[in-house]
């Protein structure tokens, strides 16, 4: 059973490749006087501000100076992504670029730069991209100051990889197989710190033999790799039938590869145990096909085996003297009730509509004027986004949501799993 | 089953902490006028040669010009370990130490240095210290060219862990324990290129729960920690009742750790899986005990549970038409025949037998003369060490062994496990 984390939804999209355009950062910091250190008894911080105020004040961080002064890490005051000015989401009018370690350090919308003696002091550097031992929940994090442990800080990402084809609910028919038709599995893998992905693996047989996959190699930079690698491998289709599951691991030129199994921690971060993808023979109207399950999907997009799997164990563990129909029958509020298939239907610029803690909002108005950019309303509209709307929205924020309240959501009709 | 890999048998052994003393090799190539490479086009290599002259050929290896040059790398030409001279063992007069990588590229009795635009031509610079991916053995390395291959090539170690106490064989009486009695585990961990181990976790249940271990650091050097990091855990005695297995895992600062299993490859290199030691509950004497088993033990000392399986897995493998006792029958041998517990008497320096290739030698003439110093032979006595003598000598020094014949190895009295 895997616990809710206080985490963002990940799912395997939190890596991203582009080519950024920029100022390096120690330019910056030498024309204002900015010397390396010699003096390696005292760690020295670069600390970035954000302009963008969160319900614990101000998003910030930092990293080493010596880091920052690096030539080789690239660090970069970025303007531009594939060749396009910034846009709002992705942090106008400036950002920061740090290659090969955990986004939350590339501060976007970025207005203050400070060299220091200490780490950022904002609440967000102490209590955001840590990894807590996995006996550390919440209450514990808080009370025992967890949080202030240097070791459990995130820089460098570790080597991780995922499957992009099959893709989630890709189907093949048993009618289009062949003794000499063939599969192209495809993914993605990656390493931090610049590390190059040296190998990447597929097993169809639960861990016993593993197949090696063809390598894209991007281009090095001063021996490093900042980008992701692609992986491909071609098998028979016919491989597939007696397999329940396609697992892929990477490894990287440390010799350090991906555990098995997923370790929870509070954050739900850095997590990169070995992606599977679920293998069905099912009928699908006349025809017997194949279909592939990821674990979960990017977003808010429902569907997945590991949410699946949680589902069925929350209802398992349901206390047994609740009724099945209590929600229905409990049901009181005089506001009007949506479920969650016609919400779905409002799901574009003309209309929008989004589920926050229950609630239904119609936002479409407000759109053009969101401060975080009209992507990112976009990309959940239709969807129940609570978690990622409370995660990162001021208290104020949340009151001028209320506005475009429209009724309550009615998850008495939906579907059973 | 773990098939039978062509090095060495490491056990957990493989990693050392000493005081090195030493000048730094880029003082040595500044004075001999190298520059660092300011083109990243082309990689340029430092090569070490060793005077040992082996099978084929003499050792030697390379790193690139960039890492030899890194003041942070902290690579030195050595002459000194522990406040002494270095012994013949330790690579006497002079050796590398290049820290967080591979212990191959620290070549020993250096002799020759140079810098060039491709890596080492030395045999063993290729046919050592690669990792190749597991469906390929030997045939089909040396038929396919895989040893050529620059992404198998080793480098940094990985993140890596061992327990050190309980140690193999040790017991504890059921009627030392009280509600109050605790034990307290240790071990080390380690990880490459200079990266923190972030944390250490030890598991009694199967990977259900992790306990959190106490970790005892040392000092970092520019940011990178070189040496092994101790860890401790004090847990109830009781703990160890129900429990079959005590695993240990470690993280580094690059938030990765080790895979649960082993994946085999052709050299036994680098596997960094979670260290378990086994519990059984045993009768001894009238005492009932726990009692502590290593998956192996270091050098050529008998015993581990992974030893155990592999002798159960072949056992089981053997072809049913073979009558187990054929080695006795089949026996026509003149020469005198010694049982391996004979040969295990003749274990000090006053006299040394050893074992290679089910030969019996006794060479305690030979040990104040082996070019590969005393100890050398010494940790050897009274055991086969076919392997460790196969893999590193010569020609040469395969035909000297014979002068000390002195019988066969008479295995038909091996106790039956």
């Known amino acids: 059973m895997v616990k809710k984390t206080i985490g963002f939804n990940w799912g395997a999209a939190a890596v991203s490749t582009a080519i950024w355009k920029g100022v390096p950062l120690r330019y910056i910091l030498q024309l204002a006087g900015v010397k390396n250190d010699d003096n390696y008894e005292k760690t020295r911080y670069v600390c970035f501000g954000g302009t963008d105020k969160l319900p614990n004040g101000y998003y910030g961080t930092s990293i080493t100076l010596k880091w920052a002064m690096d030539e080789e890490k690239d ?19 400036i950002r920061m670029i740090i290659p090969g370690i955990i986004g939350g350090r590339m501060v976007k919308w970025l207005n203050k730069i400070s060299v220091t003696n200490k780490e950022s002091d904002s609440w967000y550097h102490f209590h955001d991209n840590r990894v807590l031992p996995p006996n550390v929940d919440a209450e514990r994090a808080n009370k025992e100051n967890w949080w202030y442990i240097p070791n459990y800080i995130i820089y ?66 001063n021996g490093r790799t900042w980008c992701w690698t692609f992986w491909s491998l071609k098998i028979p289709t016919h491989s597939f039938v ?18 098995e199994n997923l370790t929870w921690n ?44 949680h589902e069925l164990e929350q209802k398992q563990s ?12 409990e049901s009181s509020s005089k506001d009007p009730k949506y479920t969650m298939e016609q919400v779905k239907q409002h799901n574009n610029e003309k209309d929008c509509w989004i589920i926050i803690d229950k609630k239904v909002y119609d936002c479409t108005k407000f759109i053009p004027i969101h401060p975080g950019g009209t992507t990112a309303i976009l990309i959940n509209a239709g969807t129940d986004c609570s978690e990622e709307f409370n995660a990162i929205h001021s208290d104020k924020a949340k009151k001028r949501l209320a506005t475009f309240y429209i009724g309550d959501l009615d998850d008495s009709k939906r579907p059973k799993l």
């Not at 970025?78 to 846009?87: D, M, P, S, W």
């Not at 206390?319 to 029958?329: D, F, I, L």
Request: hydrophobic letters at 35%.
């Open 318 to 329: 349901a206390p047994a003297n609740t009724p099945a129909n209590a929600s229905k029958s």
């Open 75 to 93: 660090v970069m005051l970025a303007y531009e992504i594939n060749g396009k000015r910034l846009t709002p989401d992705h942090g106008y009018p």
């Open 242 to 259: 007696r397999s329940s599951e396609i697992r892929v691991r990477a490894w990287d030129c440390s010799q350090n590869t991906q555990p």
């Open 266 to 309: 509070l954050m739900g971060m850095m997590n990169n145990c070995h992606y599977r993808v679920k293998i069905h023979v099912i009928t699908y109207g006349k025809d017997v096909v194949l279909r592939f399950e990821h674990p979960t999907q990017a977003g808010n997009n429902p569907g997945g085996w590991m949410v699946r799997q």
């Open 156 to 221: 460098d990402l570790n080597v991780n990889s995922a499957i992009a084809a099959p893709a989630h609910d890709e189907v093949i028919p048993f009618s289009s197989f062949s003794s000499d038709s063939e599969y192209t599995l495809r993914g993605y893998a990656y390493s931090g710190g610049g590390r190059k992905i040296i190998r990447v693996e597929i097993t169809l047989d639960d861990g016993k033999t593993w197949l090696l996959s063809d390598l894209f190699d991007l281009e090095e930079r």
